[in-house]
């Protein structure tokens, strides 16, 4: 750039920034100036060369998102909504709910509303006895090879029970009938206290007798599984048996045959 | 027909989220091209674009449109790649572009020959974006807003709180620069 022209006023006029008589002014130096129209040529070039950068195209993905509390607002990334709310906590409390209802379901844990307001009740009541696991258990039983004598004397033993367990709740039933009539006739404190520990005692000796009945069936699954099993294993021992006596005899015949063809030979 | 930038402000100052995503949506291309341009790295530019409506956004309560919507972005976004240029303490860009073998262009050159020689012939565009990266910060700074963003001289000069003679002479010595240096690549 020459010594007479000023490079504010070369830029300003690059950028068709440069008006009036100052642009004219400028005009009147570049005709007759060859440097100076160069160089504002060479300008021009480079601002052509700079329009061929451009910058990658990214993909934008983010946003702004209201932050559900205390009012504050943040840029987050996308994320699944079942892992908002997924926690730690969470999958605690879902393990503990499963953990309630499968002891529930042992239990056979009963939630009734009825007039006398809300009654808790565990063990199978005589409704659900008609279709107790025990009954169920009993229509697909299956004749095993082996410890019938043992099964025998469970059944026997089941049946007993059931038997108390009937015989009980039929007491209770009918002593709940005279306990009734008797406070409703007497009323006095000494008998309701009597009537009470009678009612006790015999609920007491009912879930007594209710849970070694499911002492039992549980005894009974887990040993006609453990029969199941074994017999299982006995025959695949028995089939390998086979195999193995089979393959050994071969062996034997072409070791005799390999014997008696050396001799010969 | 869209709403005004000052609209939009003004709507998301009473706390309309959706009316400054469309601001958003508006200027992070601008942003991040800026961004991009002064620091060369892609993901860190857009790591400065979002940083940018983050600040933006925070702030938003005290702009009180002395200046344009843009200018003020602008300005969040240039001294956040400042920061940047900063914290990584080294030149910005210098970069080879992608899909470039630097090992491959070694093995071509001779002695009077650079790498950076090799890369401009190929596309005029990277070397563009080398030349640019060796110019001084406040050079390119002022380039990229005149050039890439099309603001005033007046814009450029209240942005980087310089006369504006300065923004023209910085402009001048740039551009003298990469003619310079875009003469050399053009060889």
């Known amino acids: 750039m020459c010594n007479q022209a000023d490079k504010v006023d070369l830029v300003s006029y690059l950028y068709d920034d440069l008006a009036g008589a100052a642009r004219a002014a400028f005009e009147q130096h570049l005709r007759g100036c060859a440097e100076c129209r160069d160089e504002l040529e060479a300008m021009r070039t480079v601002r052509a060369d700079l329009l061929t950068w451009t910058p990658p195209e990214p993909e934008f993905a983010f946003r702004l998102i209201a932050e559900p509390r205390a009012g504050g607002r943040v840029l987050r990334p996308q994320v699944p909504a079942w892992r908002r709310w997924f926690t730690p906590a969470a999958a605690f409390a879902a393990a503990a709910v499963l953990v309630l209802a499968a002891a529930a379901g042992l239990a056979r844990i009963e939630v009734h509303h009825g007039p006398d307001g809300w009654t808790l009740r565990t063990g199978s009541s005589a409704d659900a006895a008609a279709d107790s696991p025990r009954v169920a258990f009993a229509a697909r039983d299956v004749n095993l090879p082996a410890d019938d004598g043992v099964f025998a004397a469970l059944e026997r033993r089941i049946s007993a029970l059931e038997t108390t367990v009937h015989d009980t709740r039929n007491v209770r039933n009918a002593s709940m009938v005279s306990a009734v009539s008797a406070v409703s006739a007497r009323a006095s404190n000494e008998e309701i206290l009597k009537v009470v520990r009678e009612l006790l005692a015999q609920s007491e000796t009912r879930q007594k007798g209710e849970l070694a009945l499911r002492i039992a069936q549980v005894i009974r699954d887990v040993d006609a599984q453990r029969v199941a099993d074994l017999n299982r294993v006995q025959q695949g021992i028995g089939r390998i048996d086979a195999t193995v006596a089979d393959e050994a005899a071969a062996h034997r015949e072409l070791m005799s045959y390999f014997l008696t063809s050396s001799k010969q030979k | ?187």
Not at chain 2, 47 to 56: I, K, N, P, S, Y
Not at chain 2, 93 to 121: H, K, M, N, Y
Not at chain 2, 151 to 170: H, N
Request: net charge neutral.
């Open chain 2, 1 to 187: 027909m869209s709403s005004t930038d000052e609209e939009l402000v003004a709507r998301s100052q009473g706390g309309d989220m959706d009316s400054f995503n469309q601001l958003v949506m508006r200027w992070e291309r601008p942003i991040y091209a800026l961004a991009y341009r002064t620091i060369g790295r892609e993901e860190d530019a857009r790591d400065v674009c979002q940083e940018t409506f983050l600040r933006a956004f925070r702030a938003l309560k005290g702009f009180k449109g002395q200046a344009k919507f843009s200018s003020w972005l602008y300005r969040i976004a240039l001294n956040l790649c400042r920061d940047w240029v900063r914290r990584e303490r080294r030149q910005p860009v210098a970069q080879a572009p992608e899909g470039v073998d630097l090992f491959d262009l070694a093995s071509e050159t001779t002695p009077s020959e650079s790498i950076e020689d090799l890369v401009a012939r190929q596309e005029i565009g990277r070397a563009v974006a080398r030349a640019m990266a060796q110019l001084p910060e406040e050079q390119r700074t002022a380039i990229i807003l005149k050039e890439y963003h099309g603001l005033t001289f007046q814009e450029i000069a209240d942005m980087l709180d310089c006369p504006l003679s300065t923004v023209k002479t910085r402009l001048y010595q740039g551009l003298s620069v990469l003619r310079r240096q875009l003469d050399r690549s053009h060889v």
